[in-house]
């Protein structure tokens, strides 16, 4: 096994990366500028926009993924041509906040049905301690008929990819891997470095390797969640948080974070897996719960806010019609997945609002079968009684105070989440203006 690199270095064996999504697409493309790449995704539909190139995720571009090399298929019988692979899939959560395995444990499935003698299959889905070893492996071994370690190794290096950051990418993120075994890690970590610029850190165990990745998440909602508290207790007292943080932050050791609505795939679901696992071993987690609550309750607390500001400007509620603009989970990128605007709308729908919804990235037909949310266009976003602006997409930044004016009717009423707008400037224009 161990040259298997200089025979995928020199072409003469091919990486599949399984599953084409935000994360598993750059890593395809990535890898197919140095040596041979199949693309498989079961998603028939988005294989042939790829095809096409076209880049519904937009992570990589059009440009991109017309010019690249990668074979996209969706055809499982296509992973036999591949000696080692990448498993891309997501990972979310069930209605109960516990882990749904369901898309690793179908990709291993998948994978092991496929699954040729010498081969290495390293995981990047983000998963609890333990799943690479106890779930995935056996999965592996039964569909394949191999004996993982001695007919083929496995190994596990999490996901770092932010969508929608054009900073951050594959290329300039260091990359954590682990092997089952000191050869695979060794061979896992060459590979990965034909793609990671600044380097590649080897963790000593599958384990710690994606702890690593679930307490990166956890840390940040955490952090969050503080801040998101923080605005709610600065909200009763009529004290602008936005300008707390800024004074605080002339000290040289305070966390730079902000109050806002934290979904995804990733920060919002991620700490899940990790207190399941925990509980697994009779510890019940304070702390990160107690943060997962504080900001799963925001859509809630900006919706109470909205009626409220209605109320003291003197709109009638019941007849009133809400602007929200921004509907993904985070800014820059068509995602919609687990976004936490829904909750918003759903509030205050709780009390037969009119809201109109409109997102210039969002994915519009996800949104629909999802969430059950026609989008508006830009045209329809007129006459409000008050406006949300719920995500920071750069389309929204670039607007002039008029454009936010002009959409309103009788008295002025914006609800600023990401505090994208000059709060003065709102102010000498007699409008009602909140944030976070």
């Known amino acids: 096994m161990i040259d298997i690199y200089e025979k995928i270095t020199s072409k003469k064996e091919t990486i599949s990366v399984v599953g084409l999504g935000y994360v598993g697409m750059p890593i395809a493309v990535a890898f197919a500028k140095k040596v041979n790449v199949i693309g498989f995704d079961l998603n028939i539909d988005k294989i042939q926009l790829y095809k096409k190139g076209i880049d519904p995720t937009k992570e990589v571009g059009n440009s991109e993924i017309k010019k690249t090399n990668v074979e996209f298929t969706s055809n499982p019988l296509d992973l036999k041509k591949a000696k080692f692979h990448i498993v891309a899939v997501p990972t979310p959560i069930n209605t109960d906040h516990t882990p749904d395995l369901s898309p690793i444990k179908l990709a291993s499935e998948i994978v092991g049905q496929n699954l040729v003698r010498g081969s290495i299959v390293v995981f990047e ?46 290329e300039n993120i260091v990359k954590v891997i682990s092997g089952i075994d000191e050869e695979s890690s060794n061979i896992i970590k060459r590979i990965y470095e034909l793609v990671v610029d600044v380097g590649v850190y080897k963790a000593p165990t599958i384990k710690v390797a994606e702890a690593a990745k679930v307490i990166e998440n956890s840390q940040r909602d955490i952090n969050i969640a503080f801040m998101n508290e923080l605005s709610i207790i600065f909200g009763k007292m009529g004290i602008d948080t936005k300008e707390v943080l800024k004074a605080a932050s002339t000290k040289w050791n305070f966390l ?7 979904g995804g795939h990733c920060i919002g679901v991620d700490p899940y897996y990790l207190t399941y696992k925990a509980e697994q071993f009779g510890y019940h987690s304070q702390v990160i719960l107690a943060g997962r609550r504080i900001n799963d309750e925001m859509g809630k607390v900006i919706a109470e806010n909205a009626i409220k500001l209605m109320i003291k400007n003197g709109k009638d509620v019941s007849k009133a019609k809400i602007g929200i603009f921004g509907f993904t989970f985070k800014e820059n990128c068509p995602d919609t997945r687990n976004t936490k605007v829904i909750d918003i709308v759903n509030e205050l729908k709780e009390y037969m609002i009119d809201v109109l919804v409109f997102d210039p990235e969002a994915d519009q037909s996800e949104a629909k079968n999802i969430y059950g949310i026609e989008l508006c266009n830009e045209n329809q976003m007129f006459d409000l009684d008050l406006i949300i602006v719920a995500v920071n997409h750069e389309f929204f930044v670039n607007k002039s105070n008029e454009y936010w004016f002009e959409k309103l009717k009788g008295k002025n009423i914006i609800m600023d989440v990401k505090g994208i707008l000059n709060k003065e400037t709102m102010e000498q224009n007699k409008v009602a203006y909140w944030r976070l």
């Open 125 to 170: 889905s983000t998963v609890y301690p333990g799943v690479t070893e106890e779930v995935c492996i056996p999965i592996l071994e039964k569909e394949s008929g191999l004996k993982c370690g001695l007919d083929f190794k496995v190994g596990y290096s999490p996901e770092r990819i932010n969508p929608g950051d054009k900073e951050h990418k594959l």
């Open 256 to 262: 730079n974070f902000n109050p806002g609505l934290v």
